[in-house]
């Protein structure tokens, strides 16, 4: 049976976001945003729910380790296999806006995470802790974000669409209910599979750290790479790119920063290899990205390969 509901929850939590995501990128194009903005926010945050239900509730329940290898481990998976099986289907255009300052926010976030995380190092503390106001700390980080989106949203609106494009989208009422019934979806699949995951992980001896990293990462992550391998199919590089970024910021500033607000996270040792390893891929992705400014087939086959590698580490290390 546990296997049954785990099964339902990643179904709920994939259905929910492909609603989600339909009805608030449609919302988004009713107001004129620009693809890319449109991946960096609607999409990006829509396909990042699950993780941020999966580890709110985690964290609720206080399975920091799971809450926080699923962020990291979601991370991971983004850069190497969801960029990489991506940039296979198509090569990835990359703009000089996301060169210049997504991937390096991408990376700023992820050295403050090794930075909050440290607390044995940095502040002579007994034990590694996030807590509430570096959950708010993190939380600052992202309105600063968010501020600097609206910003270039609001300075780089699409001309008005004539009536018959508008009509195409469906109403703003219909829009707002499939948003809504796609985050009722995604929330009540994110329970389920926090619950029966760890259940069965746990009963096969693995650690809840792993669990986080591996299971759970992998199955809320589903939703970003259907996204992105759907938008590299139809050529639209630059939602199949903003997705992957702006999911990575909302994960680690958002998504760990209202897990800390709600409860601390306790930081198993462990974890830092692995945050360590998202830092060197995020800059592996500028690296790449600033290549042509385009991420090749060549680098995708590479990223896929660097997450299969780590797939076998973690296992064994565990």
Do not use: C, H
């Not at 440290?118 to 959950?135: P, V, Y």
């Amino acid at each position: 049976m546990t296997y049954i509901l785990l099964t339902i929850g990643f179904a709920l939590l994939i259905k929910g976001a492909d609603y989600f995501v339909e009805g608030a990128s449609k919302i988004a194009t009713l107001l004129r945003v620009p693809p890319l903005l449109v991946g960096l926010t609607i999409v990006a945050f829509g396909t990042s729910s699950p993780e941020a239900t999966v580890s709110i509730l985690a964290a609720m329940e206080g399975s920091s380790e799971v809450s926080l290898g699923n962020v990291i481990g979601s991370n991971i998976f983004n850069i190497t296999l969801v960029v990489g099986i991506t940039a296979m289907i198509n090569p990835l255009a990359v703009e000089t806006m996301t060169i210049r300052k997504e991937i390096p926010f991408t990376l700023l976030a992820s050295v403050a995470l090794a930075v909050v995380a440290n607390d044995i190092t940095l502040q002579m503390a007994n034990t590694n802790l996030i807590g509430r106001s570096e959950g708010i700390i993190l939380l600052l980080f992202f309105l600063i974000f968010l501020y600097y989106i609206v910003e270039v949203a609001l300075n780089n609106r699409e001309p008005a669409p004539d009536a018959a494009a508008v009509s195409g989208k469906g109403t703003w009422g219909k829009n707002i209910l499939f948003t809504l019934a796609g985050l009722a979806a995604i929330i009540f699949g994110g329970d389920l599979v926090v619950d029966n995951a760890t259940e069965i992980a746990l009963s096969l001896g693995m650690s809840e750290t792993l669990v986080g990293l591996t299971i759970v990462a992998v199955g809320t992550s589903l939703p970003e790479l259907i996204t992105s391998i759907t938008a590299a199919l139809k050529k639209k590089s630059e939602i199949a790119l903003g997705n992957i970024v702006g999911s990575n910021i909302f994960n680690i500033l958002f998504v760990l920063g209202i897990s800390a607000t709600i409860s601390p996270l306790a930081v198993n040792d462990k974890i830092f290899t692995d945050i360590a390893l998202m830092i060197i891929l995020t800059a592996v992705l500028l690296i790449f990205s600033r290549s042509k400014f385009k991420i090749s087939k060549a680098e995708g086959y590479i990223l896929a390969a660097v997450y299969i590698a780590y797939l076998v580490y973690i296992i064994f290390r565990n």
